[in-house]
C-alpha cells in the first residue's frame, strides 16, 4: 500500500484526500519508481482546482511529473535497473501525486548526476514545455524578439532563459516593480509593469512595438488567458505567433477568423506537451538539451515553495497563489521512506 492524493468531486482543496492505495506489480516494459520530488504545474492546479481534463472523471491522482528511483522491474525491461534516478512527464494516466508509480518504461528520462531531484522535479515540465515551443513548434532566430507575459512564473522564467540562450530579444511582463530586476535577471533585457496583470489594462502593444522599432514581436506567450489574449495579439508582427500556454486569468475569447484575417497572417497556437512527447526519442531529446543548458548555467529553476504531499488539501490556495502572481516553481516532498523500506519488497 502507499499513499497517494485523491480526488472524489471536483472544487477545490477540500476535495483532495490523501489515501492509501494498493499497486500492481509493474507489467511488460513497466517500472516501479519510488518518488522523491514531485512537481506542481499549471495542468495539475487546474486538476486540483476542478477544471482540468479530468473534470467529468470519476476518482483519480493527479500529477503530471516526478522524480524518483526504480525499485522495481517489470518483465522485458532492459535498459533501466533497480536504483536508477529517473524523472518523468505525462503518465499515461497521470497519477505522480503519490508516493510511488507504476510507469511505462517510454516515459522515464534518465536524470544526469549534477541536477539534485528537487531541481529536476521543478525544471522537467516547464523545461520540456519550453523545449516543445522553442525548438519544436516556433523555433527561434538570433535577434527575435519575444513577448513572455507572467515572465517570473516557473514556466515564463524558463521560456525567458532559453529565448535569451537563442539570442532573442526578450521582453517579460510582470505585476509588480519589485519582481523586474528578477526579470532581468532570468533572461528578459526589458520588462513591462502592470500592478494587475489579469486586468484589461495591460495590453502594452504600444510599449512594444516602440521597442522592437514599430514591429512587435515574433512569438508571444501567453499563459493568463482571457484580458491578455486579445491584447498579446495586438503586439504581434507581422506573420507572428501567440503561443497559448494556459489561462490562468480565465479562458480566452473566442476568436473570429476574419479577426485573425486583418492581423497580417499571424499564427494562434495551442501546444499540448503530450503530443510532443509520444516518442521516446523526442522526449530524450529534449531532456537532453535541457539538461545541458542547466549544467551550463543558462538555465535556473527557483523553487518558491516546498510542501509535504500530506498537507497538499492544506497548501493548494497557497500553491496556486504562487502560480498565478509569478513568484517561481512549487513542489510535492512525498514522505521517504527508511533505507531499509526504500526497495520494493514484492
Not at 492546479?45 to 481534463?53: A, F, K, L, S, T
Not at 507572467?150 to 521582453?171: D, E, P, R
Not at 492581423?263 to 506537451?273: H, N
Request: hydrophobic residues 40%; glycine residues 10%; contains cysteine.
Amino acid at each position: 500500500m502507499v499513499k497517494a492524493v485523491r480526488v472524489h468531486a471536483v472544487g477545490g482543496r477540500h476535495h483532495l484526500q490523501l489515501e492509501e492505495v494498493e499497486l500492481p506489480h509493474p507489467g511488460c516494459d513497466e517500472v516501479e519508481v519510488r518518488h522523491r520530488a514531485i512537481g506542481f504545474n499549471y495542468p495539475d492546479m487546474e486538476d486540483c482546482r476542478g477544471v482540468g481534463h479530468h473534470t467529468s472523471h470519476s476518482i483519480f491522482t493527479p500529477g503530471l511529473s516526478a522524480v524518483g528511483v526504480i525499485t522495481e522491474l517489470g518483465t522485458g525491461v532492459l535498459n533501466h535497473q533497480i536504483g536508477q534516478r529517473v524523472g518523468y512527464v505525462n503518465p499515461p494516466k497521470k497519477g505522480a501525486f503519490s508516493e510511488t508509480s507504476i510507469l511505462p518504461t517510454n516515459c522515464l528520462i534518465p536524470l544526469p548526476s549534477n541536477i539534485a531531484d528537487e531541481e529536476a522535479a521543478a525544471l522537467l515540465f516547464p523545461g520540456l514545455t519550453a523545449w516543445m515551443t522553442l525548438k519544436k513548434l516556433k523555433p527561434l532566430r538570433r535577434g527575435d524578439a519575444v513577448l513572455v507575459r507572467n515572465v517570473t512564473s516557473g514556466l515564463g522564467s524558463i521560456i525567458a532563459q532559453w529565448a535569451k540562450h537563442f539570442q532573442a530579444f526578450v521582453i517579460g511582463t510582470v505585476s509588480s516593480e519589485d519582481r523586474v530586476e528578477h526579470a532581468k535577471n532570468n533572461g528578459c533585457r526589458e520588462v513591462l509593469v502592470n500592478r494587475d496583470e489579469a486586468s484589461s489594462q495591460c495590453g502594452f502593444a504600444d510599449e512594444v512595438r516602440e521597442l522592437t522599432s514599430g514591429e512587435g514581436v515574433d512569438v508571444a506567450f501567453d499563459s493568463i488567458g482571457n484580458n491578455t489574449f486579445m491584447a498579446s495579439l495586438d503586439c504581434l508582427a507581422p506573420k507572428g505567433m501567440l503561443v497559448s500556454l494556459g489561462a490562468k486569468g480565465g479562458d480566452a475569447p473566442v476568436l473570429n477568423l476574419n479577426y485573425l484575417a486583418g492581423k497580417t497572417s499571424v499564427v494562434v497556437a495551442f501546444p499540448v506537451l503530450a503530443d510532443y512527447v509520444k516518442r521516446k526519442v523526442d522526449l530524450l531529446e529534449g531532456a537532453q538539451l535541457l539538461f545541458e543548458l542547466y549544467k551550463a548555467g543558462d538555465l535556473k529553476v527557483e523553487i518558491a515553495k516546498k510542501v509535504d504531499l500530506n498537507m497538499i488539501s492544506k497548501e493548494l490556495d497557497e500553491m496556486v497563489e504562487v502560480e498565478f502572481q509569478g513568484s517561481g516553481s512549487c513542489i510535492l516532498i512525498p514522505p521517504i521512506p527508511t533505507p531499509e523500506h526504500y526497495y520494493s519488497s514484492k
